[in-house]
C-alpha cells in the first residue's frame, strides 16, 4: 500500500509533528519533557487552566489552539485516538497554576474515558480539576438526547470562549458553567464530498459515489448516515442552516456566531461562497451574525467537505469569542 | 494450570497475534469504524509485549498487570482503558496466586466484563466487544462450575466468543463511533468484538499445545 502523503515512518507521524509545531513557535510554545503535550510557555500564575486531550490528525486542532486567551495545554493522541490517562495528566499537572484546571472533553468514547480517568487521578492528588464534556454535533443523536451527541467542529466556540472567560480571572465553578453554557448554544452539522485517508493504514476513511454527499459526517471520517446528491452551495447551505436553526431553535433577534469549518481538502474560496449562502439565509430569518470563523480548523485529513456551527452569543461571549489571542491555528 | 513463566509466553503470543492482525482489523473497523482498530492493537502490543518480555520472575500477576498498565497507557484511544482494564482486573483476580486456574481466569474475565460495561456504557446488542465479552464469560464460569480444565473451559469460550461475533452482524450500533451510522451498519460484524474473540482463540491455542 503506497500512503500518497508527505510523511516519514507512519509510526512516527505523532512525534514529527509535535517536533515540527514547537519549532516554529518556540518563543509561546514548549513540549513536556517525557509526555505528548504541548503547553504555553508564559503563563500567568493565580489563573484557571483550560485543557483538553485529543486524537492528532487534525491539526490546527488542537495544538494550533493553545496560547494566550486560548487553551493552556493540549494533550496530544494518537492518529483520530485520545491520549492515554497519563498524558492527559501529565497535562493537568502541568497547566495547574494555582485556581484549577477546567479540561474540556470533546465526547467520545475515548476523550470521555481516557479524561475521566486522569481526573480521577489529578482528585486523588489533591489537584482541583472539572471536567465538562461538549456535544454539538446535531447528526449523532436527536433532540432531547443532546448528551448523546458526539463533539466535533463546533467545540472551537468552547475553546475560544471558556479560555478566555478564564484568562479574565474567573475561579473553576464559572469557568465550567461558562463552557457548559456555550456547549448548550452551539450547533454542529457536518458534510463530507470526498473521503481522506488514514495516514497510518493508507486506506480511505469511507466510500462516497462522485455525485453524492454525505451528511452527518464525524471528525474522524465515520461515514455518515444519510447521503444526498451534491447540489450548488446555496442548495446545501439552505439543508445545513434548516436543520440547525431548528434543532436549537435559533430565533429572531438572535446573535450568533458563524464557524464554517474546512474538513482538509475544500478551498476557501468554496467555504467564502458557503458563507455567503449562510449569511444570507440566517439574515432572512432575522438572525444577526457575529464575527464568523471561516477556515480549516479542524479538519480530517484531506477529506472534502464543511462543518457549519452556530453559536448563540450574549455580551459576555461576544467579548470573549473577540479577543485576540496568539494562539497560531486560530484566528477570525 | 498456568505458572508465571507460562503466562509471560502467553502474553507474548497474544501480543504478535495482534500485531499479525494489524491490517485485517483496520479493515473490519474502516466499513463502520474509524479504520484504526488493528494499527491501535498493533501499537499496544508492540510496547506490551517489550514490557512483558523485560520483566524477569514476576508473579501470575505481575505479567498481567504489566501487559495491561502498558495497554492503557500505550493503546489510546478507548481501547486503552477498555482492553487494558481486562488485563488489569485478571492480574487483580491472580492475586497472590502462584499457578492460575480456569478459576482465576473465569473471575478476571467476568471482573473485566463489568469494567467495561462501566468505563464504556456498553451492553449486550449494542454491537461492541460487549457482545463477545459476555457469552465468553458464561461459558467460561459454567466450564468451571463443572469442573473443567483450562483448555476445555476455553476451547468452549472460543465457540461461545465466535457467536457472539456473529450476534453483532445484524446489529444497530448502540455505542462505539460505529452507531453514527444508524442502519447502514446492519451486514458488518463489530472489529472490536472481533478483536476480543481472536483473543480468546489464541488462549485456547497455547493451553491445546501445552
Given at each position: 500500500m503506497i500512503v500518497k502523503k508527505i510523511i516519514n515512518n507512519p509510526d512516527n507521524i505523532?512525534?514529527?509533528t509535535i517536533?515540527?509545531?514547537?519549532?516554529?513557535?518556540?518563543?509561546?510554545?514548549?513540549?513536556?519533557?517525557?509526555?505528548?503535550?504541548?503547553?504555553?510557555?508564559?503563563?500567568?500564575?493565580?489563573?484557571?487552566?483550560?485543557?483538553?486531550?485529543?486524537?492528532?490528525?487534525?491539526?490546527?486542532?488542537?495544538?494550533?489552539?493553545?496560547?494566550?486567551?486560548?487553551l493552556t495545554a493540549n494533550a496530544y493522541g494518537g492518529v483520530f485516538a485520545a491520549p492515554s490517562p497519563d498524558t492527559l495528566y501529565d497535562a493537568i499537572e502541568a497547566s495547574e497554576n494555582g485556581k484549577g484546571v477546567c479540561v474540556l472533553i470533546s465526547n467520545h468514547a475515548g476523550d470521555v474515558i481516557n479524561s475521566k480517568m486522569a481526573i480521577d487521578m489529578a482528585d486523588d492528588d489533591?489537584?482541583?480539576?472539572?471536567?465538562?464534556?461538549?456535544?454539538?454535533?446535531?447528526?449523532?443523536?436527536?433532540?432531547?438526547?443532546?448528551?448523546?451527541?458526539?463533539?466535533?467542529a463546533g467545540t472551537l466556540f468552547n475553546y475560544k470562549i471558556t479560555s478566555s472567560y478564564a484568562a479574565d480571572g474567573h475561579d473553576l465553578e464559572e469557568v465550567a458553567k461558562m463552557a457548559e453554557k456555550v456547549r448548550d448554544n452551539t450547533r454542529t452539522l457536518t458534510v463530507a464530498t470526498v473521503p481522506g485517508t488514514s495516514p497510518i493504514t493508507?486506506?480511505?476513511?469511507?466510500?462516497?459515489?462522485?455525485?453524492?454527499?454525505?451528511?452527518?459526517?464525524?471528525?474522524?471520517?465515520?461515514?455518515?448516515?444519510?447521503?444526498?446528491?451534491?447540489?450548488?452551495?446555496?442548495?446545501?447551505?439552505?439543508?445545513?442552516?434548516k436543520k440547525l436553526i431548528e434543532d436549537k431553535p435559533y430565533e429572531k433577534g438572535d446573535e450568533v456566531a458563524v464557524l464554517v469549518n474546512g474538513?482538509?481538502?475544500?478551498?476557501?474560496?468554496?467555504?467564502?461562497?458557503?458563507?455567503?449562502?449562510?449569511?444570507?439565509?440566517?439574515?432572512?430569518?432575522?438572525?444577526?451574525?457575529?464575527?464568523?470563523?471561516?477556515?480549516?480548523?479542524?479538519?480530517?485529513?484531506?477529506?472534502?467537505?464543511?462543518?457549519?456551527?452556530?453559536?448563540?452569543?450574549?455580551?459576555?461571549?461576544?467579548?470573549?469569542?473577540?479577543?485576540?489571542?496568539?494562539?497560531?491555528?486560530?484566528?477570525? | 494450570m498456568l505458572s508465571a513463566k507460562q503466562i509471560q509466553e502467553l502474553l507474548i503470543k497474544i501480543a504478535d497475534m495482534y500485531i499479525e492482525k494489524q491490517?485485517?482489523?483496520?479493515?473490519?473497523?474502516?466499513?463502520?469504524?474509524?479504520?484504526?482498530?488493528?494499527?491501535?492493537?498493533?501499537?499496544?502490543?508492540?510496547?506490551?509485549?517489550?514490557?512483558?518480555?523485560?520483566?524477569?520472575?514476576?508473579?501470575?500477576?505481575?505479567?498481567?498487570?504489566?501487559?495491561?498498565?502498558?495497554?492503557v497507557s500505550t493503546l489510546g484511544g478507548a481501547m486503552g482503558p477498555l482492553y487494558g482494564s481486562i488485563f488489569l482486573e485478571i492480574s487483580k483476580a491472580c492475586k497472590g496466586k502462584e499457578e492460575v486456574s480456569l478459576n482465576e481466569l473465569s473471575e478476571g474475565f467476568n471482573n473485566?466484563?463489568?469494567?467495561?460495561?462501566?468505563?464504556?456504557?456498553?451492553?449486550?446488542?449494542?454491537?461492541?466487544?460487549?457482545?463477545?465479552?459476555?457469552?465468553?464469560?458464561?461459558?467460561?464460569?459454567?466450564?468451571?462450575?463443572?469442573?473443567?480444565?483450562?483448555?476445555?473451559?476455553?476451547?468452549?469460550?472460543?465457540?461461545?466468543?465466535?457467536?457472539?461475533?456473529?450476534?453483532?452482524?445484524?446489529?444497530?450500533?448502540?455505542?462505539?463511533?460505529?452507531?453514527?451510522?444508524?442502519?447502514?451498519?446492519?451486514?458488518?460484524?463489530?472489529?472490536g468484538a472481533t478483536s476480543f474473540s481472536y483473543l480468546i482463540k489464541t488462549i485456547y491455542e497455547y493451553l491445546k499445545d501445552m
Open positions: 505523532v512525534s514529527d517536533e515540527g509545531f514547537v519549532k516554529a513557535y518556540e518563543d509561546k510554545i514548549e513540549k513536556l519533557p517525557n509526555s505528548n503535550v504541548v503547553i504555553r510557555k508564559n503563563m500567568e500564575k493565580g489563573k484557571v487552566s483550560v485543557i483538553i486531550g485529543n486524537g492528532s490528525g487534525h491539526e490546527p486542532a488542537c495544538i494550533g489552539f493553545v496560547g494566550e486567551n486560548m489533591d489537584i482541583l480539576c472539572k471536567g465538562v464534556i461538549l456535544y454539538d454535533d446535531i447528526a449523532s443523536a436527536p433532540k432531547g438526547e443532546e448528551i448523546e451527541r458526539r463533539g466535533t493508507g486506506y480511505k476513511m469511507f466510500e462516497i459515489a462522485d455525485d453524492e454527499i454525505e451528511i452527518g459526517m464525524g471528525v474522524h471520517g465515520e461515514a455518515a448516515a444519510h447521503t444526498m446528491k451534491i447540489g450548488t452551495a446555496e442548495e446545501i447551505a439552505k439543508v445545513m442552516c474538513c482538509g481538502q475544500t478551498t476557501y474560496m468554496e467555504l467564502l461562497i458557503f458563507y455567503n449562502e449562510v449569511e444570507k439565509i440566517l439574515s432572512e430569518a432575522g438572525i444577526k451574525t457575529y464575527k464568523p470563523a471561516i477556515g480549516n480548523y479542524i479538519t480530517t485529513q484531506e477529506m472534502g467537505g464543511i462543518a457549519l456551527a452556530f453559536c448563540k452569543l450574549d455580551e459576555e461571549m461576544k467579548k470573549q469569542w473577540s479577543k485576540t489571542t496568539d494562539a497560531p491555528g486560530f484566528h477570525i | 491490517d485485517e482489523l483496520s479493515k473490519l473497523d474502516a466499513v463502520i469504524g474509524d479504520g484504526d482498530h488493528g494499527v491501535t492493537m498493533a501499537r499496544g502490543s508492540k510496547a506490551a509485549k517489550i514490557k512483558v518480555s523485560e520483566l524477569e520472575d514476576g508473579t501470575c500477576r505481575d505479567y498481567f498487570k504489566t501487559f495491561g498498565r502498558t495497554l473485566g466484563l463489568l469494567k467495561v460495561m462501566e468505563l464504556g456504557g456498553a451492553k449486550v446488542g449494542d454491537k461492541t466487544m460487549v457482545d463477545s465479552i459476555h457469552p465468553t464469560v458464561e461459558a467460561l464460569k459454567k466450564a468451571n462450575e463443572e469442573g473443567k480444565d483450562l483448555a476445555n473451559g476455553f476451547e468452549l469460550a472460543v465457540k461461545a466468543a465466535e457467536e457472539g461475533v456473529n450476534s453483532t452482524i445484524p446489529l444497530i450500533a448502540r455505542r462505539g463511533r460505529s452507531r453514527y451510522l444508524q442502519e447502514k451498519a446492519i451486514g458488518h460484524q463489530d472489529a
